[in-house]
């Protein structure tokens, strides 16, 4: 079982930054693939931001350029550093482990309460 527990939300102007972090429970945390999501109210929550592992990354068209994902797995942490912020960044953001057993196929998903991002016009 692997405990998510995300920071680093608040209220900022377009144009400005917040870094969010997500700390992980227990051992495992540098095996899982890690996500930021997003929420915005009357929307499907979005994939923001992935990284594996490995420590390859991968982003949604719409934040490349502006957010950075990046992960220490010293500190079972990932963050996601997001810039030149814009109102329709303006969501709830989860935090997700992801990882799947090679041998059996069985996958493990984990997800945090979620930080409340407001990007003010």
């Known amino acids: 079982q692997v405990q998510l527990v995300e920071s680093g939300g608040g209220l900022v102007q377009a144009g400005g930054s917040l870094r969010l972090s997500c700390a992980a429970s227990?051992?495992?945390?540098?095996?899982?693939?890690m996500g930021w999501h997003r929420q915005a109210p009357g929307k499907l929550r979005e994939l923001v931001a992935a990284i594996t592992s490995g420590g390859s990354t991968n982003y949604v068209d719409s934040v490349k350029g502006r957010f950075t994902i990046s992960r220490d797995n010293a500190k079972n942490t990932v963050y996601l550093e997001m810039n030149s912020l814009k109102p329709e960044d303006t969501a709830v953001y989860y935090c997700?482990?992801?990882?799947?057993?090679?041998?059996?196929?069985?996958?493990?998903?984990?997800w945090g309460q979620g930080t409340q991002v407001t990007v003010s016009s």
């Open positions: 997700n482990a992801e990882f799947r057993r090679p041998t059996s196929g069985t996958r493990y998903s984990y």
């Open positions: 227990g051992s495992t945390f540098s095996i899982f693939t």
